[in-house]
């Protein structure tokens, strides 16, 4: 029997999310996700989880908004709806034979979330259940600001003491992000390493977009920063200029000028970042040869957002001009800029908070998707081996 798949989650503000697949079921009357493939609808072939990574913005909703669990403590409703016929995306689905409604956890019981006020710091620690002492990891997100705490609680799932740092837009931090100053990320790895729960010696740290340019930055000039995953990042300092004590990295700027608009009003930044292979650029470069401890670069080969590729390759030839191998790359034909944990809706195209625009993030969907899955075991592997 023909039947189509249908997944439908909203998000905290009530946008509602779908996706569809068509399947036969067989001579039972069964299917398997986990091995019966998928013949047409949002994706193809065998995926078990390609009804989560392929959610969307319902036809009703705004385009280009992104499914982003805020809420850590609750889980992800998702509705699954199986429907007789195979029905294209977007049309009117046959009538429904069957329905359930799965949750995604974003947290394991007795995983506990501390918000956190500490000095000039802001932000939440999630810790795993037991008595630890547990490797200890800094997660920060890109230039859109404010809390977000979803890996990070995955992180604790997963037994990592990780603290989910904000640096601009949350609580009494600045608004905007003019200048960044390093003592505050210095501070935060102080506290991480010295809370009773943390095993030390080092921590870790795991940042994407800009996120992941701090994380080179802690890495290169904190002693207690000894393992920084970089996702999709920049090998110099960019946008806000950074400082710490005497010494300041000018940020790297977008021109405008180099901004292209699609018919669609889709912008596409991908050749807007100065140049940072440019010799009059070489102030905003991280030393990162200076760093002790081990880099894991990871990124998307379609990533749209910025040249994520070339600025891993900078990184890797400056690192190994000084005789160093302290790093591994993980690098993803088809997968776009924001390599977020397994299953996360992907988003080829997302409004950008700052510009209030839709901006090109690249990638195709099923290749994200399995770059999500794979990197996520790999970044665990990496901070274990590191942090203990």
């Known amino acids: 029997q023909p039947v189509t798949l249908r997944a439908v989650a909203a998000d905290d503000h009530g946008c509602l999310f779908q996706s569809c697949a068509h399947y036969r079921a067989d001579s039972r009357g069964e299917l398997h996700l986990g091995t019966d493939a998928s013949h047409g609808g949002d994706y193809t072939g065998v995926e078990p989880m390609g009804l989560f990574w392929s959610l969307a913005p319902a036809g009703m909703e705004k385009p280009y908004q992104r499914l982003v669990p805020r809420n850590t403590g609750a889980p992800m409703k998702v509705e699954v709806l199986v429907h007789q016929g195979h029905s294209p995306p977007g049309s009117m689905p046959g009538p429904v034979v069957a329905k359930a409604?799965?949750?995604?956890l974003f947290a394991a019981p007795g995983v506990r979330r501390i918000?956190?006020?500490?000095g000039v710091v802001r932000g939440s620690l999630f810790?795993?259940?037991?008595?630890?002492?547990?490797?200890?990891?800094?997660?920060?997100?890109?230039?859109?600001?404010?809390?977000?705490?979803?890996?990070?609680?995955?992180?604790a799932t997963h037994g990592f003491a990780a603290l989910s740092l904000p640096y601009f837009d949350f609580e009494d931090l600045p608004r905007v992000m003019k200048e960044l100053k390093l003592e505050y990320f210095e501070e935060a790895a102080r506290f991480l390493q010295r809370h009773p729960k943390v095993k030390g010696p080092g921590v870790g740290v795991l940042g994407t977009g800009k996120g992941a340019e701090l994380a080179l930055s802690m890495i290169t000039f904190l002693p207690e920063v000894v393992a920084a995953v970089s996702i999709s990042g920049c090998s110099s300092n960019t946008i806000a200029d950074l400082r710490y004590g005497e010494m300041t990295l000018p940020g790297l700027r977008f021109d405008m000028k180099k901004v292209s608009v699609s018919?669609?009003?889709?912008?596409?930044?991908f050749e807007a970042l100065d140049d940072p292979a440019n010799p009059a650029n070489s102030p905003s470069v991280i030393p990162i040869e200076k760093a002790e401890g081990h880099f894991l670069l990871v990124v998307g080969e379609d990533d749209r957002m910025w040249k994520s590729s070339l600025y891993a390759e900078l990184a890797i030839r400056r690192l190994r001009q000084h005789g160093k191998e302290n790093f591994e790359l993980l690098s993803y034909p088809g997968a776009g800029h924001r390599i977020d944990p397994p299953s996360t809706p992907f988003c080829q195209v997302a409004m950008d908070r700052v510009l209030g625009v839709p901006v090109l993030g690249g990638g195709e969907s099923k290749a994200h998707a399995h770059a999500q899955e794979h990197s996520w075991g790999k970044i665990q592997e990496f901070l274990h081996l590191h942090l203990g």
């Open 127 to 155: 810790l795993p259940p037991g008595d630890g002492p547990f490797p200890g990891v800094i997660d920060m997100y890109g230039d859109e600001g404010g809390l977000i705490e979803f890996r990070s609680s995955l992180l």
């Open 101 to 104: 409604e799965v949750q995604r």
């Open 115 to 118: 918000r956190l006020k500490e």
């Open 263 to 269: 018919d669609s009003g889709v912008f596409d930044i």
